[in-house]
């Protein structure tokens, strides 16, 4: 979603703004903004709706100059994309750049135009701004008024404010939206995601859950919700990430498809010993997770598709019930806990705003414990969880889940036969796991080679403007996860449906202009699926099968085989995904679509 970026230092900072925006990019926006003082008091600005580039050009001409700045990419919640609705929004001499949604801005906005301000914007953000003009009328210091003014906010938000009358500071709030601090030498930054500050510092401070601080270029102090002054924990990451870093790849999306083998070993690396499945992160939740009976989901988007595919995996293997729910449904209906039930929430960013809302809701509902897999360790979700599991995919850039959601895929299994043989499930199981994940990343590097391949068949759907997915057992979320990948970003209205439930109303769909593609592993419900297949092509639909080589099919002029490597069946969900990310990308290419920012769309949810 929106991306925040400020700082305070004693050298021009317009550059780092603008770069740390870009680096910002992937959460998705469509206008961008900044605000800077220079050292004689003066406050500089631009602001440009389209591309952080537009903003970056418009600077070229420019050339601001600032060593206290705030900067935002606006992704379009309250008002259309416009320069006026661009942050940072302005009242008098207070700045202030704002992720999340203000539930009650449209009382604040009445009350503060009695008061006799004038709005220039659509925004619930300027609301901020005219509300922390008018307490500072009343008398305090910036952070005693910031302060005072979010205790009448409601909703979600993180916000930076600055004032131009005394630009040596900045003041930041968290409420619900993810802010960080980042820590240099006579120096500091905030932002709301530390990959906008990674080039510069690797010293990071999460604000906590209704945390207010007060930044300076030599200290900084956080004050907790109580109004008590508290550290926090400093945090240091090495990691790294090269906004120039696509290398020979077109995209971001395409590169990430490609570093599926090494993000999937990097996952497994120390976690698999001799045919047994060792995650030491638990081993202090040994005896809990032994008395696990019952395992309840949650997530959002692609992490809602791996935790289908883990469902059929803990009660297949594991023989514990498991339900999955998108993470927005279950925090807003009554729902009845199951005994020694474990809640598992998915979320590549760690920040997911309904997901996030879920686990501190299952902490009332009296849940057993409740565990995260996420790729990000500096995160809500990750702090906020009492177990949490990290995926090791590495920074992931495109908007659409590729590398992230088998990485997820991998790791769940790991956990399914971590969690089967503490409840004494046959060893075998865990053995065969074990060895079958020790080959994904070769299996997954031999189906890259289909590229070509599928991108010769790709031209088929260039003028399509609908298609289905079928898929039975475990591959029907594979389905479900390859129509959300060809929606997404080649704008192509794709559905899923279970083969079985074909003749229960998605059989009126199909004709000679419908597209359906098909995942038929070798396993026990393939004759089913052949059925479900003939049933298709009896009525004229194109089909486009993608099936293990020793498959056989009759020849048909409307059915396309792609015929796919052997795999191991335990993990075919995770090997059956690719050649469908494979198939979205070059669809997508070919129709020239935005494939990293596909439109309308943000890499991380944070709000609702």
Request: charge should be neutral.
């Amino acid at each position: 979603m929106c991306g925040i970026i400020g700082a305070v230092a004693l050298r021009n900072i317009t550059k780092i703004l603008i770069e740390g925006l870009r680096r910002l990019e992937y959460r998705g926006y469509d206008s961008a903004g900044l605000s800077v003082v220079d050292n004689k008091g003066q406050i500089n600005s631009l602001r440009r709706v389209g591309k952080v580039q537009v903003l970056s050009d418009a600077d070229m001409i420019q050339k601001l100059d600032g060593s206290t700045g705030i900067a935002h990419t606006r992704w379009a919640t309250h008002g259309e994309p416009s320069e006026a609705n661009t942050h940072p929004h302005v009242s008098q001499h207070i700045y202030v750049v704002h992720n999340g949604i203000i539930e009650n801005h449209e009382s604040l906005r009445e009350l503060l135009i009695d008061r006799g301000y004038h709005f220039t914007s659509e925004t619930d953000t300027e609301v901020i701004a005219h509300l922390v003009n008018w307490q500072q009328q009343q008398g305090g210091s910036l952070l005693k008024v910031v302060k005072t003014a979010i205790t009448q906010l409601r909703g979600s938000y993180s916000i930076v404010i600055m004032d131009i009358q005394d630009p040596s500071h900045l003041v930041a709030a968290r409420s619900g939206s993810p802010l960080i601090i980042g820590c240099g030498e006579g120096e500091n930054f905030v932002a709301s995601d530390q990959l906008a500050l990674l080039s510069i510092v690797h010293r990071f401070i999460c604000l906590e859950e209704g945390d207010l601080a007060e930044i300076y270029a030599n200290n900084l102090s956080i004050f907790d919700k109580h109004n008590n002054i508290v550290k926090r924990p400093v945090v240091e990451l090495q990691t790294k990430y090269d906004t120039s870093s696509k290398g020979t790849y077109r995209h971001y999306m395409e590169k990430e498809i490609y570093e599926q083998p090494i993000a999937i070993k990097n996952t497994l690396e120390g976690r698999l010993n001799r045919g047994k499945i060792n995650l030491s992160e638990l081993t202090e939740k040994q005896e809990l997770l032994s008395v696990v009976q019952h395992i309840q989901i949650v997530a959002c988007g692609t992490s809602y598709n791996s935790g289908m595919v883990a469902r059929y995996w803990f009660e297949s293997l594991a023989g514990i019930a498991c339900d999955v729910e998108i993470a927005s449904e279950f925090r807003y209906r009554k729902s009845c806990v199951r005994k020694n039930s474990l809640l598992i929430a998915l979320s590549q960013s760690g920040e997911t705003a309904d997901t996030l809302a879920a686990l501190r809701l299952s902490k009332e509902l009296g849940y057993l414990s409740s565990l995260v897999i996420s790729n990000v360790l500096v995160s809500s979700l990750v702090r906020e969880s009492n177990m949490v599991l990290l995926t090791k995919a590495g920074t992931e850039i495109g908007v659409a889940s590729t590398k992230a959601f088998t990485s997820q895929l991998t790791l769940l299994l790991m956990l399914v036969a971590y969690i089967g043989r503490l409840q004494g499930q046959v060893i075998s199981k865990e053995y065969d796991i074990a060895q079958a994940l020790q080959k994904l990343p070769a299996r997954i590097e031999q189906i890259l080679t289909l590229d070509k391949t599928i991108e010769t068949l790709a031209k088929n759907f260039v003028d399509k403007k609908h298609a289905l997915f079928l898929g039975r057992g475990d591959q029907y979320p594979i389905a479900m996860e390859g129509a959300l990948k060809l929606k997404e970003i080649s704008y192509i209205h794709a559905e899923a449906f279970a083969a079985g439930d074909l003749k229960h109303g998605p059989l009126a769909l199909v004709d000679n202009e419908m597209p359906v593609i098909v995942n038929a592993p070798n396993n026990k419900l393939l004759k089913k699926l052949k059925s479900n297949i003939e049933e298709v092509r009896a009525r004229g639909g194109w089909l486009y099968i993608f099936a293990d080589k020793n498959i056989y099919f009759s020849n048909n002029t409307k059915m396309k085989i792609i015929p796919l490597p052997y795999v191991e069946e335990i993990i075919a969900p995770i090997f059956y995904t690719i050649p469908l990310q494979l198939l979205a990308y070059y669809v997508a290419l070919i129709k020239g679509t935005d494939i990293d920012q596909p439109r309308n769309l943000a890499k991380s949810v944070t709000v609702e």
